[in-house]
């Protein structure tokens, strides 16, 4: 089955950087769309980047210009490199095969345990 393994989240002082990580099996990864999203403390899951199989990327307005998402897919491995980082950026960030907004609920099969993000002087 899907088995998704964010890491490389921590505490970090606005303006840093951090590196997150998603090891995925269970499933063809080269094949699919990836998305990283993230739920701040008290609110709903936010889209926060998409990377498409043919490298093409897609990012929120609110991290235009600060994240990259990237894939190797020889590792099997999501990543999300997020610079500039500020308080607003608090919150678990999750990585996921593809799927609509309709279909963001961590109650549905095919989430991992996500990855603990904290900005803060």
């Known amino acids: 089955q899907v088995q998704l393994v964010e890491s490389g989240g921590g505490l970090v002082q606005p303006g840093g950087s951090l590196r997150l990580s998603c090891l995925a099996s269970g499933f063809p990864f080269s094949r699919y769309a990836m998305i990283w999203v993230r739920q701040a403390p008290g609110k709903g899951l936010e889209w926060v980047s998409t990377?498409?199989?043919?490298?093409?990327?897609t990012n929120a307005d609110s991290v235009k210009g600060r994240f990259t998402i990237s894939r190797d897919d020889a590792k099997n491995t999501l990543y999300l490199q997020m610079n500039s980082l500020k308080p607003e950026d608090t919150a678990v960030y999750y990585c996921?095969?593809?799927?609509?907004?309709?279909?963001?609920?961590?109650?549905?099969?095919?989430w991992g345990q996500g990855t603990r993000v904290t900005v803060s002087s």
């Open positions: 996921s095969k593809w799927r609509p907004y309709s279909d963001y609920d961590l109650a549905q099969p095919g």
């Open positions: 990377i498409f199989n043919d490298g093409s990327t």
